[in-house]
């Protein structure tokens, strides 16, 4: 399971139309909806509204089997509803998905990329709290397995 969290702020004027598009989706549009999210393979989605200092936000929260292929689909879907769902967060937030769907397709690293932090959940026996570890730089990775 892989999700995403995106936040959009809403534009001003906006939050009573962002909170009826919130009502459509569980009303008058909830079968287009869940259609929509079972096509794309969408397990679970939130919508929760936020005042910051800067106004109003939309923090959406989105979860699947393999989000970055529903991110590509929901972009590119041609379909009505996932039309009129893109329109929407245009016309609420001013954010346009169109033409994103090449940063929502997996591309390979490069080889070339030099990892200098990396973190990964490493259980201590003790019971204490994961450590990062800190990579070294290929150079020194090179240095170290040829014995210099």
């Known amino acids: 399971m892989s999700g995403i969290v995106l936040t959009f702020p809403i534009l001003a004027g906006k939050v009573e139309a962002w909170r009826r598009f919130c009502q459509e989706l569980s009303n008058s549009r909830q079968k287009q909806y869940e259609?929509?999210?079972?096509?794309?393979?969408?397990?679970?989605?939130?919508?929760?509204?936020?005042e910051t200092s800067?106004?109003?936000?939309?923090?959406i929260t989105l979860e699947g089997s393999d989000i970055v292929r529903v991110l590509g689909h929901l972009i590119a879907s041609d379909l009505s509803f996932d039309v009129w769902y893109r329109e929407r967060l245009h016309e609420l937030?001013?954010?346009?998905?169109?033409?994103?769907?090449?940063?929502?397709?997996?591309?390979?690293?490069?080889?070339?990329?030099?990892?200098?932090?990396?973190?990964?959940?490493?259980?201590?026996?003790?019971?204490?709290?994961?450590?990062?570890?800190?990579?070294?730089?290929?150079?020194?990775?090179?240095?170290?397995?040829?014995?210099?």
């Open 35 to 50: 259609a929509s999210r079972q096509r794309l393979g969408i397990t679970h989605e939130k919508m929760a509204l936020t």
């Open 93 to 148: 937030h001013g954010v346009s998905l169109v033409g994103f769907e090449q940063f929502s397709q997996p591309k390979p690293l490069s080889r070339n990329q030099e990892v200098h932090f990396e973190w990964a959940s490493n259980p201590n026996p003790l019971g204490g709290p994961p450590t990062p570890h800190m990579m070294k730089p290929r150079k020194e990775k090179e240095d170290e397995r040829q014995g210099i």
């Open 54 to 59: 800067f106004g109003a936000t939309a923090v």
